[in-house]
């Protein structure tokens, strides 16, 4: 009978370990973490900060379009609500 319970707590105890490994970060202990993450920075990370300062570069040099005329319509900043510190 002992036999079988340390067989069954054996099974269990690494099915617990199953379950818990993908859980963890996969980055931790591997060997191919390090040049995974150092190709990430090159190839994704670098040319995405580049590119966004091309846009940047790009847009400060386009001219700037001219803003319609303002019009007062009577609609528009209706202020009706008494101020909480009184009216002034």
Known sequence: M???A???????GRS???LRRPMSSGAH????SARMWKALTYFVA????????????LKSHHE????PEFIAYPHL???????PWGDG
């Open 77 to 83: 900043r209706v202020r009706s609500k008494p101020f």
């Open 29 to 32: 202990g591997e060997e191919g």
């Open 46 to 57: 670098l040319p995405g900060v580049g590119v966004s300062m091309l846009n940047v570069f």
């Open 2 to 4: 002992a036999a079988v």
């Open 64 to 67: 700037e379009e001219e803003r």
């Open 6 to 12: 340390s067989r069954v707590s054996g099974l269990l």
């Open 16 to 18: 617990r370990l199953q």
